[in-house]
């Protein structure tokens, strides 16, 4: 069974919390390799499941060279975009009439 684009955000938002912890404690700072795999791993279902829009604007992490920062970072915005669009954002309507 294909993990569900709500499976993968989660295991995102999983790495992005491993890695906050990591920067506030300083534990787990070889962790590095393990979550840009599991990153990696995300984007590549992702894209073999057809999603266009995350191979195009999303690229793997080295392995060997990001820092978790980087990591989460990736996590995250990655985590954001399996979200979808929020809340629509209420517009000024200028022909509305003062209240008073």
Do not use: W
Request: with cysteine; aromatic share 4%.
């Amino acid at each position: 069974m294909n993990p569900s684009r709500e499976d993968i955000r989660n295991l995102l938002l999983g790495i992005h919390k491993v890695v906050v912890d990591a920067s506030m404690t300083g534990s787990m700072e070889d962790s590095g390799p393990y979550l840009a795999d599991m990153f990696n791993k995300c984007l590549s279902v992702l894209t073999e499941q057809g999603d266009a829009v995350a191979s195009n604007l999303f690229v793997t992490i080295d392995r060997n060279k990001a820092e978790l920062d980087e990591i989460g970072a990736a996590a995250t915005l990655l985590a954001s975009y399996l979200k979808g669009p929020g809340p629509e954002v209420a517009v000024f309507d200028k022909t509305r009439e003062k209240d008073n």
